[in-house]
């Protein structure tokens, strides 16, 4: 299998290293999927592949390359960003982001769209035959169910639990570290980009942060990578990062354990 430079890699040794060897052993002694010890490498966006949607005119540009994406793999990751709020309130979502297998994300600033565009988000998340990761689902579920009308998720997968099913003797498993932060460089060996926290104060602004984009496309980017690592080791098969998915012939796991709904 020819291997394709991607958007979002994991450590350069640690491919090499999976790529040598195509058996795995699931037992404590590891750090990352690979065996090697978590180093807090990267992850490397560029400007062409995280894409923010403000507008109209963006929205019908990109949403339909992101739904022909999702179209052909039938998975999304998805993740919810909004102005932090006191006990009691509701959660305002500002930003809806969502990625592929193809390794690009998608960040819809929902205040910014029309009530159509929005509608088609709406029922993208509704469509059944399509599985829609997280990490933290219902937190997330939660926030679209009150900031979206007649917001409805179906096929929903949390990425914690396909990790406790897929590496249940994994360190990360046994010591609770199942925060996407954590499940990053734990499997995978990377860390996410800074971020302060009064940056989340500005995620309304008229004008987002670079560093705030760069984090929002991460959170769904990293979510595509462990997805596809965690099928490529329940198959036995060669780490992959998502420009692979060109290359590979994906079939989903048995989701009927994984608790949809």
Same mark, same amino acid.
């Given at each position: 299998m020819t291997v394709m430079h991607s958007p979002l890699l994991?450590?350069?040794?640690?491919?090499?290293q999976l790529t040598r060897n195509r058996s795995f052993n !699931?037992?404590?002694?590891?750090? *990352?999927?690979?065996?090697?010890? #978590?180093?807090?490498?990267?992850? %490397? =966006?560029?400007?062409?592949?995280?894409?923010l949607i403000d507008d109209s005119f963006k929205f019908e540009t990109f949403y339909s390359k992101m739904k022909s994406e999702i179209d052909r793999t039938n998975?999304?990751?998805?993740? *919810?960003?909004?102005? @932090?709020?006191?006990?009691?309130?509701?959660p305002d979502v500002q930003l809806l982001q969502i990625g592929t297998l193809?390794?690009?994300?998608?960040?819809?600033?929902?205040?910014? /769209?029309? &009530?159509?565009?929005?509608?088609?988000?709406?029922?993208? %998340?509704? &469509?059944?035959?399509?599985?829609?990761? #997280?990490?933290?689902?219902?937190?997330d579920e939660n926030a679209l169910n009150s900031s979206l009308p007649?917001?409805?998720?179906?096929?929903?997968?949390?990425?914690?639990h396909l990790v406790i099913v897929v590496l249940p003797d994994h360190e990360a498993v046994l010591g609770r570290k199942l925060g996407l932060k954590s499940l #990053?460089?734990?499997? =995978?060996?990377?860390? %996410?980009p800074r971020l302060d926290f009064s940056d989340y104060h500005r995620i309304a602004d !008229?004008? /987002? @942060?670079?560093?705030?984009v760069r984090y929002a496309s991460a959170d769904v980017l990293s979510l595509v990578d462990l997805?596809?690592?965690?099928?490529? %080791?329940?198959?036995?098969? @060669?780490?992959?990062? @998502?420009?692979?998915?060109?290359?590979?012939?994906?079939? &989903?796991?048995?989701?009927?354990?994984?608790?949809?709904?």
């Open positions: 994991l450590c350069r040794s640690c491919a090499r !699931s037992k404590l002694s590891w750090t *990352t999927l690979t065996g090697e010890k #978590a180093r807090g490498g990267s992850i %490397f =966006l560029n400007e062409n592949n995280f894409f998975i999304l990751t998805f993740d *919810t960003e909004f102005i @932090p709020y006191s006990h009691g309130e509701k193809s390794g690009n994300s998608y960040l819809f600033r929902t205040k910014f /769209l029309h &009530q159509n565009h929005l509608k088609m988000i709406v029922e993208l %998340f509704g &469509q059944h035959g399509v599985t829609k990761i #997280a990490s933290g689902l219902m937190n007649d917001f409805k998720l179906t096929e929903g997968m949390d990425i914690q #990053a460089l734990n499997l =995978l060996g990377y860390r %996410f !008229s004008y /987002l @942060p670079d560093r705030l997805y596809l690592n965690l099928y490529c %080791f329940h198959h036995k098969l @060669p780490l992959l990062t @998502p420009g692979d998915v060109h290359n590979f012939e994906f079939t &989903q796991f048995n989701l009927e354990k994984f608790k949809l709904r």
